[in-house]
T-cell receptor
């Protein structure tokens, strides 16, 4: 299996521009998670989906952030308009519905976003 | 609510020495506990996890961790450090099968001294 795939790996943009991050989960995984990692706040869960439906978006920082999962093999995280404080590494992770206690989340390599 | 505290944002050990990374958790219900490792410019990889049963958990790359309920701890150890162990390590907690959220600690950067 190719693992969780994220694109782009690096993104540099200017303040005010729209940014779209993409994620392809592992085939057969029905949970998808978006995380943000910064030096100041560590690793934070932004939103997660189950069977393409958003379940908990309480971690989304503000309305400038939106996430979609149009099908089981693709998700996007969009920032519009972007701000310098959005600079971070954004991770996507996926996992299966647990058969027993807790299935492992598998992380993608991340997208390093820099907003100038 | 659940939380994780990792003591020591940076730890340095000599090659061949014992590695000890500390993690304490707070949870109002029995926790599920995890250690993840992050190598430079990569995503997180699961090292090991405790869900139920044996409190001493063995993971990949020779790491192990022991769940101590009385101390609310889940410290990560490895008897002999290797240069390839240099990375950032994250402890995480969740509480039950219905709770899909992992709460992560702030991470510990492990440096191996040749």
């Amino acid at each position: 299996d190719a693992g969780v795939i994220q694109s782009p790996r690096h993104e540099v943009t200017e303040m005010g521009q729209e940014v779209t991050l993409r994620c392809k989960p592992i085939s057969g995984h029905d949970y998808l998670f978006w995380y943000r990692q910064t030096m100041m706040r560590g690793l934070e869960l932004l939103i997660y989906f189950n069977n393409n439906v958003p379940i908990d978006d309480s971690g989304m920082p503000e309305d400038r952030f939106s996430a979609k999962m149009p099908n089981a093999s693709f998700s996007t995280l969009k920032i519009q308009p972007s701000e310098p404080r959005d600079s971070a590494v954004y991770f996507c992770a996926s996992r299966r519905t647990p058969v027993g206690p807790q299935e492992t989340q598998y992380f993608g390599p991340g997208t390093r976003l820099l907003v100038l | 609510a659940q939380s994780v505290t990792q003591l020591g944002s940076h730890v340095s050990v000599s090659e061949g020495a014992l590695v000890l990374l500390r993690c304490n958790y707070s949870s109002s219900v029995p926790p599920y506990l995890f250690w993840y490792v992050q190598y430079p410019n990569q995503g997180l990889q699961l090292l090991l996890k405790y869900t139920t049963g044996a409190t001493l958990v063995k993971g990949i790359n020779g790491f192990e961790a022991e769940f101590k309920k009385s101390e609310t701890s889940f410290h990560l150890t490895k008897p002999s450090a290797h240069m390839s162990d240099a990375a950032e390590y994250f402890c995480a907690v969740s509480t039950n099968v219905g709770n899909e959220k992992l709460t992560f600690g702030t991470g510990t950067r492990l440096t191996i001294i040749p």
